[in-house]
């Protein structure tokens, strides 16, 4: 019979890390005597990030002391106590490829149900001194895993652990942490395990992503369990040379170019919303830069069209205004982002700003061009008429489309301004101005704009009830950061790392209009990002959760350690990624 063999707790405390501050929790000690266990915690313990830890599914952290033994042999350690994985009981019995998800278990008064592994994330490396142990976890299959409370009362070292019930379906922790994690799943093993009522939602979700990516793998590669979106491969690896065939101004401000292959051969085709990225040298002296532009087309046509902002102190933008004309040829990276059209009956809205427009045309080119039964809801803020792009040409589209509503918002409109055809409004698309519309609850949104724009969108929509998972926005310049546990500091702008410069391959960071050589001192592109404060996503930084990968627009990588599952073919993971000569990449 298992027992069970310390009881660990420890309240969030700032940790100096890799010149960070972390809130964490991570680090736990044994406590004696009786302890309460609650339906959200254990008395006297916490977590420093609920986004990751926590919660009624993530209560309890389970550990064993046979796994314990096993590190000690394959680290060479003879420090490791109770606590040290972060795990709130420490056990002896209950291993990882035995228990399965939805078991039962009572010690003393408290009854347990397994709901899902350990979640992937660097602070057990931190906590101990061993930065490659969010993979070995999972390489070893040694995860650990999480109980919910079912029934609350005190525990105590030396109790024995009880199996009350079997799990349905009997998909042990070890499994389905491998299902995620490791390639070369079955079908069925995904199925099994998504079929588990006890498991926790955030598994459901991403297991069934995985169901859905090999239900449609045609064209596509990567993990969509850990990235939320199979996204195609792009059609073409680097870049090559388009032609400009028209150019037009589509408002004031915003002049759309469309390219096309030289030869006339069709370009391949993209889905609705993505992007492309062009490379042009605005300097005869200068080094060649790197901009992302949205598609704004129909997604089956034979060639590409972009929108050009003319931005005030934008160089790219500027240099395509004023320089670039029918004939001349750009160098274009191939469509790619998992920014675009769902395939669902539910309703649609599309919400833009200003040149947000350009992804949202495409995808209402998409509905039209399908003939879409679908409810279509069209929002757009613009300054007023004549900063107002593509509005004849949406007029049109949306008069094809049976179950379309549109709403344009001008923020600052001339006096003679209206919206023929639409409900006009004045005044901002503002958070009031969503609870007036009506939106159903039900459907897929799409937002593209100004950040400042997209946070008063997003909070918007979630007070009207639409869930969170199902708001999708697209960003024109860097991507917010995911740095879990990281104490805010101040923002700087990207800029050329400190110290000597670099000597190794040029590495150019497409969204954050930056480029440096890069520095051998820098243990993968996720630190050189850092060190040059480009914005940037991670948890494992060990090539485990993909929270990291990033479009590889050109050149190639290495890997140290090999990532356990591959990104996406055109994606790489910078957490465990260096340059194999010179690169650029989506950040």
Not at 149 to 177: F, M, N, Y
Not at 199 to 223: E, F, R, V, Y
């Amino acid at each position: 019979m298992a027992e069970l063999v310390s009881v660990n707790v420890g309240l969030p405390t700032d940790v100096q890390w890799n010149g960070h501050t972390v809130r964490t929790g991570a680090w736990k000690a044994p406590v004696s005597g009786p302890r309460m266990v609650r339906r959200l915690n254990i008395d006297g313990d916490g977590q420093g990030d609920l986004a990751g830890h926590g919660g009624e599914n993530r209560a309890v952290l389970v550990y064993q002391i046979a796994s314990y033994e096993h590190w000690a042999a394959v680290l060479g350690r003879d420090d490791l106590t109770p606590g040290a994985f972060g795990e709130n009981l420490t056990v002896d019995g209950l291993p990882d490829d035995e228990v399965c998800i939805g078991d039962q278990y009572r010690i003393g008064d408290v009854v347990l149900e397994v709901t899902q592994p350990r979640v992937t994330c660097y602070r057990v490396g931190m906590r101990l001194g061993e930065p490659r142990m969010a993979a070995l976890l999972v390489a070893h299959h040694r995860p650990g895993f999480y109980c919910r409370v079912l029934t609350e009362g005190t525990v105590t070292a030396g109790q024995p652990v009880v199996k009350i019930a079997d799990g349905p379906q009997r998909v042990s922790v070890a499994e389905i942490d491998a299902l995620l994690y490791l390639p070369g799943h079955q079908r069925a093993a995904l199925q099994r395990a998504v079929d588990i009522p006890a498991l926790s939602p955030g598994w459901k979700t991403s297991l069934q992503s995985l169901i859905d990516q090999d239900s449609a793998t045609t064209g596509q590669s990567g993990n969509s369990g850990l990235t939320g979106v199979a996204a195609p491969v792009p059609a073409w690896p680097g870049f090559r040379t388009l032609e400009v065939t028209a150019v037009r101004d589509e408002s004031r401000h915003v002049r759309s170019m469309v390219l096309a292959d030289p030869s006339t051969t069709p370009l391949p085709k993209w889905r609705a919303g993505q992007s492309i990225v062009v490379r042009v040298r605005t300097d005869p002296g200068e080094a060649a830069v790197v901009r992302n532009y949205s598609l704004s087309n129909g997604p089956g046509s034979a060639r590409y069209r972009i929108g050009v902002k003319r931005e005030p102190f934008g160089a790219v933008s500027a240099y395509l205004h004023d320089h670039v004309s029918v004939g001349d040829m750009i160098e274009v990276a191939a469509p790619r982002g998992s920014f675009f059209l769902d395939d669902s009956p539910h309703p649609v809205v599309l919400i833009s700003a200003g040149v947000g427009i350009t992804p949202m045309l495409s995808m209402l080119h998409a509905l039209a061009d399908s003939e879409s039964t679908r409810p279509v809801w069209w929002l757009h803020s613009a300054r007023n008429g004549a900063e107002h792009a593509f509005a004849g040409e949406t007029r049109e589209l949306l008069k094809r489309l049976p179950h379309s509503r549109s709403h344009v918002f001008y923020s600052r409109p001339d006096p003679a301004d209206r919206a023929p055809g639409d409900c006009g409004r004045r005044g901002r698309l503002s958070a009031l101005a969503l609870r007036e519309l009506g939106l159903p609850v039900d459907a897929q949104v799409f937002v593209c704009g100004p950040e400042p724009f997209m946070e008063i969108v997003r909070d918007g929509l979630t007070a009207c009830g639409i869930s969170a998972d199902n708001i999708h926005a697209e960003r024109f310049g860097a991507r917010s950061a995911i740095t879990p546990g990281i104490a805010t500091a101040p923002l700087r702008p990207p800029h050329l790392p400190e110290g000597p410069r670099g000597t190794g391959p040029n590495v150019q960071f497409a969204r954050s209009g930056l480029s440096a050589p890069w520095r051998p001192v820098d243990r993968s592109l996720l630190d050189f990002a850092e060190a040059c404060d480009v914005p940037t996503r991670w948890s494992c930084r060990t090539g485990v959760c993909h929270t990291c990968e990033t479009g590889l627009l050109s050149g190639r990588v290495h890997y140290d350690p090999e990532p356990l599952w591959p990104a996406a073919e055109g994606n790489v993971l910078v957490c465990v990624a260096t340059p194999a000569e010179d690169i650029v990449i989506d950040l």
